[in-house]
Every structure is written in structure tokens, then in C-alpha cells.
């Protein structure tokens, strides 16, 4: 089994993701130039992460379904809930105690479940 080095999503529409991205979020932009991806660091620069303009026809389809990222967070995930909150993000749900931590998932622009996990100690 290898590590998975990175991943991207393709989203309808890139500036929107962006902002929702950096915004509402926090993701920072890496800086790495690419007129068709946003590539992103997070978590002190930990995240291989992207998002992309679409490989081929996407219209019609419904994005987000079989993909949920996982993100380790800083800080506590009540915290981090109640940022959320203030932006209006989208929340999937409560706060839920895994064997991993605690997560909270929310929902992008296109559909794409992400989850933030404050990993046990």
C-alpha cells in the first residue's frame, strides 16, 4: 500500500471553489501556477490538495458522490465549527466522536463532502 500523494477535484466553477476554498475555509494557495488548478496547502503547508477545471464534459453529472477528503485540523473541531459557522458554511450534521477524533464533515460549491478531524492526542 503507498500513500496518496495528492488529490484534485474537479469543480464547475474555479473562481467560486477558490474563494470558498481560501474564504470560508482557510486553505491557503501554494503558489504553484497552473491556469486550469488551484493547488492548496493547508495545516501548515501538510495538504497535497487541488482543485481543476473539469477532464471532459461534466454537465448533467452530479459532482462530490464517492469522494470525501479528510483534513487534520489545528486547534479544537468546536472551534473550528463555530469559524465555520460565522462564514456560513455549509454543515453536514454534529460534531462526531470517531476512533480517529473528532470530526465535522460540510459540503463544497459542487457537492463534495469534506471532513475535519481534531485527532485524539
Known sequence: MRKLEFISLQVRDL???KDFYTEK???ELAGIPNPDAYVFKYNKG??????RKPIGN???KE????VSPWFAIDGTI???????????VLILGTI???PFGKTLMVKDP???VLTFLQLNN
Open 63 to 66: 459532482l462530490g458522490i464517492g
Open 96 to 98: 462526531n466522536n470517531t
Open 46 to 51: 501538510e495538504a497535497s490538495f487541488a482543485i
Open 25 to 27: 475555509l482557510g486553505f
Open 78 to 88: 468546536e472551534e473550528f465549527q463555530k469559524g465555520l459557522t460565522e462564514k456560513e
Open 58 to 60: 461534466i454537465d448533467g
Open 110 to 112: 459542487d457537492g463534495y
Open 15 to 17: 473562481e467560486v471553489s
